[in-house]
């Protein structure tokens, strides 16, 4: 069964830190680039990071510039995303998916999108 599976999320205070993990079963995420997308309470969802295939290009939304990392490791099948400085405005369910091409993630093209992980960023 072909799936994407995020982990990581949890309650942490503004400033700290939480790694997500993106892991795959079914398929090889090699191939492809990679987005993390997030949907807050009575918001859209949007783009947060993407990663190509091979890792040597990355894009982030003006909102995590400077504090989230992507990063993936395809011998594990898994992506990452480093998230430093959190605020509470980060608070959202975040996706991981897997885009139809090596080197971009537009929102309309990206399949097989996991369940998700909740990040709440509150004191």
């Known amino acids: 069964q072909l799936q994407l599976v995020e982990s990581g999320g949890g309650l942490v205070q503004p400033g700290g830190s939480l790694r997500l993990s993106c892991a795959a079963s079914?398929?090889?995420?090699?191939?492809?680039?990679i987005g993390w997308f997030r949907q807050a309470p009575g918001k859209e969802r949007e783009g947060v990071s993407c990663?190509?295939?091979?890792?040597?290009?990355?894009n982030y939304a003006d909102s995590a510039k400077g504090r989230f990392t992507i990063s993936r490791d395809n011998a594990k099948n898994t992506v990452y995303l480093q998230m430093n400085s959190l605020k509470p405005e980060d608070t959202a369910v975040y996706y991981c998916?897997?885009?139809?091409?090596?080197?971009?993630?537009?929102?309309?093209?990206?399949?097989?999108w996991g369940k998700g992980t909740l990040v709440t960023v509150s004191s």
């Open positions: 998916a897997k885009s139809g091409g090596s080197t971009s993630c537009p929102a309309d093209g990206m399949y097989y």
């Open positions: 079914g398929l090889t995420l090699a191939y492809y680039a």
């Open positions: 990663i190509s295939s091979t890792g040597g290009r990355t």
